[in-house]
């Protein structure tokens, strides 16, 4: 468990390695390993300790103190956490950074956070270099293995009343630019905490934990949870490239793991492969959210374990996460559990409406994130009349059971990245075949959600129009806010004000997705490798 002494991220790792310094940390599996090009196989507490302090002392020396932020570009590699904890050491932030993020996309961030430098994979270090050109940010950009510059001479230094800045996370919402959250020490200790308290279903214990996730290293899951549950509990966490389905039941033996996360993607993509030692493993739990409700009682059948279906977010953290965490479960119901301990929760209508969620007590904000960055009305709107708003729609039964209806907010949820509508939207506006452009999401049956854009164009629209439309947007966007369907439309459902009614577009795509003249661009989605 992590100590109520530990002030910092790097606080709970030292009192980890000082309690189970012969324990594996950071597990690294064959088939990561020849993707990365790097060594496979753990490296234990006390080993990571070393590098870390390694890492830490070369940073000091070059220049690098509390406040400073770094820029990590470095996929899911187990040096990311490695160097997290070392700049965390000296009171640094890091500014993680989706590998997937296009040119203009990086230029906003680092505009926007303004690093003293950037650490990165080889292949991107030209790319953040001409993005921090044009936001004119002259920060240095290395690889893990080059020697540290020192900070950038104008670099700012965040300033914080209290607990410290430990990452600034960037996160789409409902705005044309994502925002940025962040987030303190107290933020990830209490994620550990409450990993490693929860109990029930998901209880973890301290005889060796091993955990195993494909998910990003750079959201809130794997930074906050998965790594922070590790430490509290001396456990070792392995960290997948990304979820590959046909090998992922011989990476969860090969990793030895005793819990998993998960995205509902997976579990749709795991039950369509043919049956083979679909039990020989040692999973308890996995812990997720999103399983597609008629896959999820067959999914615990077939492969011997819960789905643990949670609620949380970026902005929320340990603060307010809703997780169905004990028996009996409504399995198949999408249901996110009953709130628990001294979370308080309310619902902006009613028994079905917008969550409005806070902690108990005199210290309402504890374990949320602290602000959105450079953008205190954002905030203050977040937090309205003293409770957070979520932008979901939940309904409450009689019991006080929650489960998940809708988005407030114009958001797309594609296999667990959020999509801002508007951003796409923006961006399609720049195309010159395009005169309107309105964004929704429609179901798919693999990714939960997808991009569906409906587009008034000053040419002949056909097939190779649209095609040619998404591999420009691909050059401009990540590749998952592609459009991956496109409808050609005499006109948009407009307000008396000019403004998308958004009901009236939803609908709209949903009638489209019948209608022959609709492309299906879903293939030409795919992540690009450097």
């Known amino acids: 468990m992590i100590s109520p002494l530990a002030q910092t991220v790097s606080d709970a790792f030292a ?14 599996l064959p088939q990561t390993a020849e993707i990365y090009a790097i060594a496979a196989g753990a490296i234990t507490y006390a080993d990571a300790n070393a590098e870390v302090t390694r890492l830490s002392d070369l940073l000091y020396h070059a220049g690098y103190r509390g406040g400073h932020r770094v820029l990590l570009l470095l996929e899911n590699r187990p040096a990311f956490f490695l160097w997290w904890l070392a700049l965390n050491r000296l009171g640094a932030s890091v500014v993680p950074v989706n590998p997937d993020l296009r040119l203009a996309e990086q230029t906003y961030i680092i505009g926007h956070a303004e690093p003293a430098l950037a650490i990165a994979i080889a292949p991107r270090c030209d790319e953040l270099r001409a993005a921090a050109n044009a936001a004119g940010v002259q920060m240095p950009v290395i690889t893990a293995d080059q020697p540290i510059p020192a900070p950038r001479p104008d670099a700012q230094i965040a300033q914080r009343a209290g607990d410290a800045e430990a990452a600034l996370l960037y996160t789409s919402g409902t705005t044309v630019q994502p925002k940025g959250c962040v987030l303190t020490d107290e933020y990830f200790l209490e994620a550990g905490r409450w990993y490693a308290g929860t109990g029930g279903l998901c209880a973890l214990g301290l005889e060796g934990e ?17 790594f922070m549950a590790m430490i509290a509990v001396g456990g070792c966490l392995t960290v997948l490239d990304r979820f590959h389905p046909r090998s992922w039941w011989a990476n969860v033996r090969d990793s030895g793991a005793t819990c998993l996360h998960y995205l509902g993607v997976m579990p749709s993509m795991l039950m ?15 812990f997720g959210a999103g399983v597609d409700p008629e896959l999820h009682a067959p999914f615990e059948a077939r492969f011997g374990f819960p789905l643990v279906e949670a609620w949380a977010m970026t902005e929320t953290g340990a603060g307010a996460v809703i997780c169905a965490n ?13 709130p628990e301990g001294d979370l308080q929760v309310k619902i902006d209508g009613g028994d079905q409406g917008e969550l409005l969620v806070r902690r108990a007590g005199d210290t309402p904000r504890k374990g949320f994130f602290a602000e959105y960055f450079k953008n205190p009305e954002a905030t203050a709107e977040a937090w309205a009349d003293g409770w957070f708003h979520t932008g979901d729609i939940v309904r409450r039964e009689d019991d006080g059971a929650l489960f998940f209806v809708d988005r407030k ?20 506006m720049r195309h010159p075949a395009i005169t309107a452009a309105a964004v929704t999401a429609v179901p798919d049956p693999v990714r939960g959600d997808e991009v569906f854009a409906c587009l008034v164009v000053n040419k002949t629209p056909d097939p190779a129009l649209a095609e ?3 591999r420009w947007c691909l050059e401009q966007l990540a590749y998952y806010k592609a459009p991956g369907y496109i409808a050609f439309v005499a006109e948009l459902p407009l307000t008396a004000t000019q403004k998308i009614q958004r009901a009236a577009l939803k609908q709209r795509a949903a009638e489209l997705m019948g ?3 609709t492309v299906d661009l879903r293939h030409l989605k795919k992540r690009t490798t450097p």
């Not at 004990?326 to 009953?338: A, F, H, I, Q």
């Not at 907010?409 to 399609?428: D, H, M, Q, Y």
Request: charged share 25%; proline share 8%; net charge positive.
């Open 326 to 338: 004990r028996e009996p479960r409504r399995v198949g119901e999408s249901c996110l559990g009953k």
């Open 468 to 470: 040619q439309i998404t």
């Open 409 to 428: 907010k114009n958001v797309i949820r594609r296999s667990g990245e959020n999509i801002a509508a508007v951003e796409v939207e923006s961006t399609l």
């Open 515 to 517: 209608d022959a003249a």
């Open 272 to 286: 369509g492969l043919p049956p083979a030692k679909d039990r020989d493993h040692k999973v308890r739990f996995g």
């Open 15 to 28: 009192m980890a390695v000082s309690r189970w310094p012969a324990r594996p940390f950071l597990n690294v």
């Open 210 to 226: 091993r955990m195993i996730t494909p998910l990003p290293v750079f959201h809130m899951n794997a930074m906050a949870y998965s």
